[in-house]
């Protein structure tokens, strides 16, 4: 969500920031933009389309730089216009990128206005780059660090000014930012991904970090105003991830990298199940709590529905799941022997973050992050961490990150339950049988596409869908709605199925297609009366059913035959299909699968 790039160096600069903003598409962005310097003042190209167009304007302008900022923002305050789109001015000095959402904007520009500064956006960053421009005295970096001590909310800003055309000023709180190190040049960003190749070192900015890049290197300051050095490590140069290859969106590839993603996921054999797997004092830990709280947004959170079975079935703990976003503002019963675990894809998540910090002033100290980025700040407070890898995803859509979640979850319900005895030996060996064929059932599945698409053709002329799953694939019908939805916009709802009855039946009729999740599993008896109960109003059923569970294709009930039965870790096999459903609808629709309207890949503001 948002992303900022900033450079210095001897060079036309602007090639490279635009090169960052497209790498850093993925995230989402609804308008962009790039600024660079002159001894008039700063000068600037926007657009409310996508980056290449952006690149358009800026090659037919002749625009160069060899100091500059870049940005994709996606608009909270302020509808997505031109006037709107980042880079700000102030008083024609002074430049802005900004992600993150100021709190305390609106006085902040009523003390501004006073000073005769005017408003020319609907933005909260126009109030930071007039705030900045008030607090200049010749030295950004000082005006930078007087200026985010009144600020309240969530930011990361690179700043330019045209008294100080070789220097970008860059500050972090509650919003991630690096610093690039490269040779005779330096840089910001939102992500390492925006300036691999042209960086080969980066160091992570600390909460209330402010840094100056200049052509002599970088200054950091931390939030008391300290000169502090910030652990620099290499960066991979930035690769296969963009090439589509056979593929028409990289949703599809994601879709189809998952037996790749999970193999690399799970563990050598003689660690599966090994706390030291999660941190180096996890088994003294795990041993001493008495319950889990996991806490989520999005597509993480169904993950975590799906983990409290493994854990409470497994493992036999009692496990609280949570909306991370919603956790943190209502009162809650803290326990100190509960394990925390945060779930992320990218680790940045804000409303996950702020929720884990909440967790932790309550006294709740063991935690543990599921995530994709070993670097991100979620890895870095919490006390333990399992990493996927699921590799870059681009696709706004999660799909090899949820998957590959789930992995990292099951494992921890297997690892738990070993300590606490309710693993045996021959319990162990089964699970971990069923983990390292994983890969191969998943290429089963994915070998059901092109009877999906058939699928797909009937879904792509709908406006409404039902999901249905009961026991541990209910979470799993709820991902499989989110996925229709984001990317088809077609209006999508899951239920347990034995809630029919209760409600959603009143929806059912030939217009509405229902999707239903049939494992063969202890509930199937159960399911196949919900289903009866839908042919009964004339719905049009549509079945994702193990091979063994004797439903078959008839008069208003299509079935495909899921290869093979999968037991606790069905939900993996079962979630694929409906990734393939939705991604086909969509691409009948014509949508864009990629970039979906409204959404953003990364929620770095709350």
């Not at 799906?306 to 703990?317: D, F, G, H, M, R």
Request: glycine share 8%; with cysteine; charged share 20%.
């Amino acid at each position: 969500m948002c992303g900022i790039v900033g450079a210095v160096a001897q060079r036309n600069i602007v090639p490279v920031l635009i090169e960052g903003l497209r790498r850093l598409e993925y995230r989402g962005y609804d308008s962009c933009g790039v600024a660079t310097v002159t001894a008039q003042g700063p000068q600037r190209v926007r657009s409310v389309s996508r980056v290449a167009e952006l690149d358009e304007q800026v090659r037919e302008a002749h625009f160069e730089g060899v100091t500059g900022i870049a940005h994709t923002r996606w608009a909270t305050h302020g509808a997505p216009t031109v006037n709107n789109a980042h880079p700000i001015f102030s008083r024609d000095a002074m430049a802005i990128v900004h992600n993150g959402i100021i709190e305390n904007y609106e006085s902040l520009r009523e003390t501004l206005r006073a000073q005769g500064y005017e408003f020319v956006s609907q933005t909260d960053t126009e109030v930071i780059a007039h705030l900045i421009h008030s607090c200049y005295k010749g030295d950004l970096f000082a005006a930078v660090r007087e200026a985010v001590q009144q600020l309240a909310g969530a930011y990361a800003i690179g700043v330019v000014h045209k008294d100080q055309p070789h220097v970008v000023v860059g500050a972090r709180a509650g919003s991630p930012l690096v610093v690039g190190y490269g040779e005779g040049e330096n840089f910001i960003a939102s992500d390492a991904l925006a300036i691999a190749g042209s960086a080969s070192r980066i160091s992570y900015l600390e909460e209330g970090d402010v840094c100056e890049i200049s052509l002599e290197g970088v200054r950091i300051a931390d939030r008391a105003g300290n000169i502090v050095t910030r652990e620099a490590r290499d960066v991979q140069a930035y690769g296969g991830a963009v090439d589509l290859g056979p593929y028409r969106h990289y949703m599809q590839k994601e879709i189809f990298e998952q037996p790749r993603a999970i193999a690399d996921t799970i563990p050598a054999a003689d660690e599966a199940f090994d706390p030291v797997l999660f941190g180096d004092n996890a088994a003294g830990v795990f041993k001493d709590i008495d319950s889990i709280l996991i806490l989520a947004c999005g597509t993480s959170y169904y993950a975590g529905l799906t983990a409290k079975y493994w854990l409470e079935s497994v493992a036999k703990i009692r496990t609280d799941v949570e909306i991370a976003s919603e956790y943190r503002y209502r009162e809650s019963v803290p326990n100190p022997r509960s394990l925390v675990v945060t779930i992320s894809q990218s680790g940045e998540t804000a409303d996950t973050l702020a929720a884990l910090k909440h967790a932790q002033s309550l006294g709740m100290q063991h935690t543990l992050a599921v995530c994709n980025v070993a670097t991100s700040a979620m890895v870095r407070l919490t006390e333990f961490k399992f990493l996927t890898h699921a590799g870059r995803e681009i696709g706004v859509a999660s799909t090899k990150a949820f998957t590959t979640q789930l992995v990292g979850l099951f494992i921890l319900a297997v690892t738990l339950g070993k300590l606490r005895g309710h693993v045996n030996a021959r319990q162990e060996a089964a699970y971990l049988k069923l983990l390292r064929h994983l890969p191969a059932a998943l290429n089963g599945v994915l070998a059901l596409e092109p009877q999906i698409i058939a699928w797909s053709e009937e879904f792509a002329r709908k406006e409404n869908a039902l999901f249905l799953g009961r026991g541990l694939h209910y979470p799993i019908a709820l991902e499989g709605a989110l996925k229709l939805k984001e990317i088809s916009y077609i209006h999508a709802e899951a239920y347990p199925a034995g809630e029919l009855k209760h409600g959603p039946l009143a929806l059912v009729t030939e217009a509405m297609p229902v999707v239903t999740v049939a494992p063969n599993d202890a509930l199937l008896e159960k399911l196949k009366s919900n289903v009866q109960e839908v042919r009964a109003r004339g719905g049009q059923l549509y079945v994702f059913a193990d091979a063994d569970t004797h439903i078959t294709s008839e008069e208003g009930i299509h079935v495909i035959r899921m290869p093979e039965h999968y037991g606790l870790l069905s939900p993996i096999l079962h979630v694929v299909p409906l990734q393939l459903l939705a991604y086909h609808t969509a691409c009948a629709r014509g949508t864009d699968v990629d970039k979906p309207r409204n959404l953003a890949k990364s929620v770095t503001v709350e």
